[in-house]
């Protein structure tokens, strides 16, 4: 079964400084991999996703994301972070035929002035 | 622009009572979800539709119903045998190809007291 697993509930960088979110997941198929950003009492954002293309996925807003089959992961990342980037974020994996998504608990970032 | 509808933004409901959340979505998308959000549970799947007429439940259905009598809809019933029912909830659209991601509505909030 595949499952998705966000490190830190909580994590909390100041401004300018780099942003690193990590998701790890496992699958027995080739996975589909996404980030979606959620900012309070909204819907989610769709940040980036992996489909196989290339290992390094550049999303909007500055972010990116590389996959890295070795270590099953697919962690986030901005070089500055912006006092705007405040907000929950969200990894998630597709490798069912049914065309569900796997969800991570999710990781709030907080920007620090 | 199209995109996906959730009314209202805000529900309030007194315990005992089914409420109706709205959903509709002009994207021309085959397959709607329904997601329930809870602090810290990340997000928790009702139910999903691929096709009108159609739908499956998921991890949660129970307390809840759907209809998908056409395309662009899906509403969610809760129901008074939904145990605590206080929550955020999404709807999501994707096409059907497989490795689309997931559009979501902003979401509402029902509050029961």
């Known amino acids: 079964a595949q499952s998705v697993t966000q490190l830190g509930s909580h994590v909390s960088v100041s401004e300018g400084a780099l942003v690193l979110l990590r998701c790890n997941y496992s699958?027995?198929?080739?996975?589909?991999l996404f980030w979606y950003v959620q900012y309070p009492n909204q819907g989610l954002q769709l940040l980036l996703k992996?489909?196989?293309?290339a290992t390094l996925v550049k999303g909007i807003n500055g972010f990116e994301a590389e996959f890295k089959k070795s270590e099953t992961s697919f962690h986030l990342t901005k070089p500055s972070a912006h006092m705007s980037d405040a907000a929950e974020y969200f990894c998630?994996?597709?490798?069912?035929?049914?065309?569900?998504?796997?969800w991570g608990a999710g990781t709030k970032l907080i920007i620090k002035p | 622009d199209g995109g996906i509808t959730q009314s209202p933004k805000y529900l309030f409901r007194k315990e005992g009572q089914n409420v109706t959340l709205s959903c509709e979505q002009n994207?021309?998308?085959?397959?709607m979800y329904w997601y329930r959000q809870d602090p810290g549970q990340g997000l928790r799947l009702i139910y999903y539709?691929?096709?009108?007429?159609?739908?499956q439940k998921g991890d949660i259905a129970e307390g809840y119903s759907v209809s998908r009598e056409k395309k662009e809809s899906f509403p969610l019933t809760v129901t008074s045998a939904q145990k605590n029912p206080t929550a955020f909830y999404l709807c999501?659209?994707?096409?059907?190809?497989?490795?689309?991601?997931?559009?979501f509505g902003n979401g509402t909030r029902l509050t029961v007291t």
């Open positions: 999501a659209s994707k096409p059907s190809s497989y490795n689309s991601p997931l559009h």
């Open positions: 994207l021309n998308h085959d397959a």
């Open positions: 539709s691929q096709i009108v007429n159609d739908f």
């Open positions: 699958s027995s198929v080739p996975p589909y």
């Open positions: 992996y489909t196989s293309a």
């Open positions: 998630a994996v597709s490798a069912d035929s049914n065309y569900q998504l796997i």
